[in-house]
Protein backbone atom coordinates (compact mmCIF):
# COMPACT_ATOMS: atom_id res chain seq x y z
CA UNK A 1 0.00 0.00 0.00
CA UNK A 2 1.34 3.24 -0.94
CA UNK A 3 0.06 5.65 1.34
CA UNK A 4 1.54 8.16 4.17
CA UNK A 5 3.70 6.79 5.93
CA UNK A 6 3.03 5.80 9.08
CA UNK A 7 4.21 7.28 12.36
CA UNK A 8 6.23 4.31 13.21
CA UNK A 9 8.14 5.08 10.77
CA UNK A 10 8.44 8.33 11.10
CA UNK A 11 9.48 7.67 14.70
CA UNK A 12 11.94 5.09 13.08
CA UNK A 13 13.18 7.56 10.92
CA UNK A 14 13.54 10.39 13.21
CA UNK A 15 15.27 8.74 15.89
CA UNK A 16 17.93 7.49 12.71
CA UNK A 17 18.42 10.85 12.30
CA UNK A 18 18.94 11.67 15.80
CA UNK A 19 21.78 8.95 16.33
CA UNK A 20 23.38 9.55 12.90
CA UNK A 21 23.34 13.22 14.39
CA UNK A 22 25.11 12.18 18.11
CA UNK A 23 27.53 9.72 16.48
CA UNK A 24 28.93 12.54 13.58
CA UNK A 25 28.67 15.09 16.74
CA UNK A 26 30.46 12.34 19.33
CA UNK A 27 33.31 11.75 16.74
CA UNK A 28 33.41 15.69 16.47
CA UNK A 29 34.13 15.94 20.01
CA UNK A 30 36.91 12.85 19.91
CA UNK A 31 38.56 14.51 17.42
CA UNK A 32 38.92 17.78 19.29
CA UNK A 33 40.20 16.03 22.57
CA UNK A 34 43.02 13.65 20.73
CA UNK A 35 43.87 16.76 19.24
CA UNK A 36 43.85 19.22 22.14
CA UNK A 37 45.50 15.86 23.81
CA UNK A 38 48.41 16.25 21.10
CA UNK A 39 48.51 19.76 21.60
CA UNK A 40 49.28 18.61 25.19
CA UNK A 41 51.81 16.17 24.64
CA UNK A 42 53.16 18.45 22.16
CA UNK A 43 53.64 21.56 24.45
CA UNK A 44 54.56 18.98 27.07
CA UNK A 45 57.24 17.93 25.44
CA UNK A 46 58.11 21.61 24.06
CA UNK A 47 58.19 22.17 28.19
CA UNK A 48 60.53 19.33 28.80
CA UNK A 49 62.94 21.15 25.82
CA UNK A 50 62.70 24.22 27.43
CA UNK A 51 63.44 22.93 31.13
CA UNK A 52 66.42 21.17 29.67
CA UNK A 53 67.58 24.36 27.66
CA UNK A 54 67.26 26.46 30.92
CA UNK A 55 68.83 23.79 32.80
CA UNK A 56 71.76 23.60 30.44
CA UNK A 57 71.69 27.71 30.41
CA UNK A 58 72.04 27.50 34.67
CA UNK A 59 74.88 24.74 35.06
CA UNK A 60 77.15 26.63 31.93
CA UNK A 61 76.57 30.05 33.61
CA UNK A 62 77.28 28.68 36.91
CA UNK A 63 80.32 27.07 35.46
CA UNK A 64 80.72 30.74 33.57
CA UNK A 65 80.71 32.64 37.21
CA UNK A 66 82.97 29.78 38.81
CA UNK A 67 85.50 30.27 35.74
CA UNK A 68 85.46 33.85 36.21
CA UNK A 69 86.40 33.86 39.91
CA UNK A 70 89.42 31.91 39.36
CA UNK A 71 89.88 33.76 36.22
CA UNK A 72 90.29 36.78 39.31
CA UNK A 73 92.16 34.25 41.38
CA UNK A 74 94.88 33.25 38.78
CA UNK A 75 95.08 37.67 38.14
CA UNK A 76 95.52 38.10 41.75
CA UNK A 77 98.10 35.09 42.03
CA UNK A 78 100.09 36.38 39.16
CA UNK A 79 99.93 39.75 40.37
CA UNK A 80 101.68 38.12 43.89
CA UNK A 81 104.35 35.94 41.41
CA UNK A 82 105.10 39.06 39.72
CA UNK A 83 105.49 40.92 42.58
CA UNK A 84 107.82 37.89 43.91
CA UNK A 85 109.79 37.60 40.48
CA UNK A 86 110.37 41.86 40.80
CA UNK A 87 111.40 41.47 43.72
CA UNK A 88 114.06 38.78 43.54
CA UNK A 89 115.59 40.38 39.95
CA UNK A 90 116.14 43.29 42.27
CA UNK A 91 117.87 41.25 45.01
CA UNK A 92 119.75 39.53 42.13
CA UNK A 93 120.96 42.67 41.13
CA UNK A 94 122.10 43.46 44.65
CA UNK A 95 123.89 40.21 44.45
CA UNK A 96 125.29 40.38 41.52
CA UNK A 97 126.68 44.10 42.32
CA UNK A 98 127.80 42.39 45.78
CA UNK A 99 129.92 39.87 43.97
CA UNK A 100 131.54 42.35 41.84
CA UNK A 101 132.13 44.69 45.03
CA UNK A 102 133.71 41.14 46.36
CA UNK A 103 135.85 40.14 43.49
CA UNK A 104 137.05 44.11 43.79
CA UNK A 105 137.37 43.91 47.37
CA UNK A 106 139.53 40.45 47.68
CA UNK A 107 142.42 42.07 45.02
CA UNK A 108 142.16 45.14 47.56
CA UNK A 109 142.78 42.94 50.42
CA UNK A 110 145.12 40.22 49.67
CA UNK A 111 148.02 42.82 49.48
CA UNK A 112 146.29 44.42 52.51
CA UNK A 113 147.13 40.85 54.66
CA UNK A 114 150.46 41.09 52.84
CA UNK A 115 151.51 44.38 54.72
CA UNK A 116 149.43 43.40 57.86
CA UNK A 117 151.58 40.07 58.03
CA UNK A 118 155.27 42.47 57.35
CA UNK A 119 154.24 44.93 59.43
CA UNK A 120 153.41 42.18 62.15
CA UNK A 121 156.67 40.63 61.39
CA UNK A 122 158.73 44.23 61.84
CA UNK A 123 156.89 44.70 65.08
CA UNK A 124 157.86 41.41 66.53
CA UNK A 125 161.56 42.30 65.87
CA UNK A 126 161.29 46.08 67.37
CA UNK A 127 159.33 44.74 70.48
CA UNK A 128 160.63 43.00 73.68
CA UNK A 129 162.05 39.56 72.96
CA UNK A 130 159.59 37.01 74.41
CA UNK A 131 158.56 33.88 72.78
CA UNK A 132 160.06 34.73 70.04
CA UNK A 133 159.73 31.21 68.57
CA UNK A 134 156.23 30.95 68.86
CA UNK A 135 155.86 34.38 67.61
CA UNK A 136 158.10 33.42 64.05
CA UNK A 137 156.12 30.80 63.76
CA UNK A 138 152.54 32.03 63.89
CA UNK A 139 154.08 34.79 61.46
CA UNK A 140 155.20 31.86 59.11
CA UNK A 141 152.37 30.42 59.21
CA UNK A 142 149.93 33.24 58.30
CA UNK A 143 152.90 33.75 55.77
CA UNK A 144 152.14 30.30 54.35
CA UNK A 145 148.33 30.66 54.85
CA UNK A 146 147.99 33.52 52.36
CA UNK A 147 149.42 31.06 49.77
CA UNK A 148 146.49 27.80 50.13
CA UNK A 149 144.00 28.07 47.15
CA UNK A 150 141.64 25.59 49.83
CA UNK A 151 141.61 28.72 52.77
CA UNK A 152 139.04 31.18 51.88
CA UNK A 153 139.99 35.26 51.91
CA UNK A 154 137.69 35.28 54.69
CA UNK A 155 139.35 32.87 56.91
CA UNK A 156 142.88 34.10 55.84
CA UNK A 157 141.97 37.67 57.07
CA UNK A 158 140.57 36.09 60.52
CA UNK A 159 143.75 34.38 61.73
CA UNK A 160 145.99 38.04 59.97
CA UNK A 161 143.52 39.79 62.87
CA UNK A 162 143.49 37.40 65.33
CA UNK A 163 147.22 37.11 65.26
CA UNK A 164 147.23 40.93 65.60
CA UNK A 165 145.25 40.86 68.66
CA UNK A 166 147.15 38.24 70.58
CA UNK A 167 150.70 40.58 70.25
CA UNK A 168 148.58 43.48 71.26
CA UNK A 169 145.58 42.66 73.31
CA UNK A 170 147.08 39.37 75.12
CA UNK A 171 150.49 39.82 75.09
CA UNK A 172 150.39 43.34 76.13
CA UNK A 173 148.21 42.67 79.56
CA UNK A 174 148.82 39.26 80.43
CA UNK A 175 151.92 37.76 82.71
CA UNK A 176 153.59 34.50 82.31
CA UNK A 177 156.33 32.31 83.07
CA UNK A 178 158.66 29.78 80.61
CA UNK A 179 161.89 28.12 79.76
CA UNK A 180 164.03 29.08 77.18
CA UNK A 181 167.47 29.20 76.18
CA UNK A 182 169.34 32.48 76.65
CA UNK A 183 173.07 33.33 75.35
CA UNK A 184 174.92 34.58 79.17
CA UNK A 185 178.70 35.91 78.54
CA UNK A 186 178.42 33.69 75.16
CA UNK A 187 177.57 30.66 76.78
CA UNK A 188 173.88 29.76 76.36
CA UNK A 189 172.12 28.76 79.08
CA UNK A 190 168.35 27.49 79.86
CA UNK A 191 167.06 30.11 81.73
CA UNK A 192 163.58 30.61 83.44
CA UNK A 193 161.52 33.37 82.00
CA UNK A 194 159.32 36.08 83.99
CA UNK A 195 157.26 38.75 81.56
CA UNK A 196 154.74 41.25 83.26
CA UNK A 197 153.08 42.39 79.98
CA UNK A 198 155.45 44.33 77.81
CA UNK A 199 156.68 45.90 80.78
CA UNK A 200 159.40 43.83 82.14
CA UNK A 201 160.94 40.92 80.64
CA UNK A 202 163.35 39.10 83.48
CA UNK A 203 164.89 35.92 83.47
CA UNK A 204 166.65 33.91 86.44
CA UNK A 205 168.89 30.57 85.82
CA UNK A 206 167.85 27.32 87.10
CA UNK A 207 170.45 27.57 90.29
CA UNK A 208 168.78 30.51 91.20
CA UNK A 209 172.59 32.24 90.97
CA UNK A 210 171.97 35.39 88.24
CA UNK A 211 169.17 37.33 87.13
CA UNK A 212 168.80 39.77 84.18
CA UNK A 213 165.86 42.22 82.82
CA UNK A 214 165.79 43.20 79.13
CA UNK A 215 166.58 47.25 78.62
CA UNK A 216 164.27 47.90 75.15
CA UNK A 217 165.95 51.69 74.95
CA UNK A 218 169.21 49.90 74.31
CA UNK A 219 167.92 46.45 73.20
CA UNK A 220 170.06 44.52 75.02
CA UNK A 221 170.02 41.89 78.20
CA UNK A 222 171.29 43.71 81.48
CA UNK A 223 172.62 41.77 84.88
CA UNK A 224 170.53 42.36 88.07
CA UNK A 225 171.93 43.23 91.17
CA UNK A 226 171.81 39.42 93.23
CA UNK A 227 169.34 41.18 95.43
CA UNK A 228 166.85 40.99 92.83
CA UNK A 229 167.33 37.37 92.36
CA UNK A 230 164.82 36.11 95.74
CA UNK A 231 161.94 38.18 94.38
CA UNK A 232 161.71 37.07 90.59
CA UNK A 233 161.99 33.81 91.88
CA UNK A 234 158.67 34.46 94.13
CA UNK A 235 157.00 36.45 90.83
CA UNK A 236 157.45 33.23 88.68
CA UNK A 237 156.28 31.17 91.76
CA UNK A 238 153.38 33.88 91.86
CA UNK A 239 152.56 33.83 87.98
CA UNK A 240 152.95 30.01 88.02
CA UNK A 241 150.71 29.30 90.14
CA UNK A 242 148.07 32.17 90.02
CA UNK A 243 148.49 33.04 94.06
CA UNK A 244 148.43 36.56 94.73
CA UNK A 245 151.77 38.03 96.11
CA UNK A 246 153.81 40.91 96.38
CA UNK A 247 157.26 40.88 94.82
CA UNK A 248 159.43 43.60 93.63
CA UNK A 249 160.72 43.90 90.66
CA UNK A 250 163.06 46.46 88.64
CA UNK A 251 160.99 48.41 85.98
CA UNK A 252 162.63 50.57 83.79
CA UNK A 253 161.15 54.42 83.53
CA UNK A 254 158.83 55.23 80.74
CA UNK A 255 160.27 56.66 77.86
CA UNK A 256 159.75 60.48 77.32
CA UNK A 257 157.67 61.18 73.84
Known sequence: MTGKPTRAALLVSALAGILGASLAQAQTVQGVLDAEARRIQQAQEAQDQIDGIVSTTRARFDQYQGLLKEIDGLQVYNRLLQNQIDDQNTKLGELRES???VTVVERQILPLMTRMIAGLERFIDLDVPFLLDE???RVAALKALLNRSDVTTAEQFRNVV???????NDYGSNSETYSAELEIDG????????KIGRVALLYLTPDGSRAGAWDQRTREWVKLDSSYNDEIRRGIETVRTGSPALFMIPVPPPEEG
Request: hydrophobic fraction near 45%; glycine fraction near 0%.
Open 99 to 101: IDQ
Open 187 to 194: TMRQVEFL
Open 162 to 168: EAWQIEV
Open 135 to 137: RHE
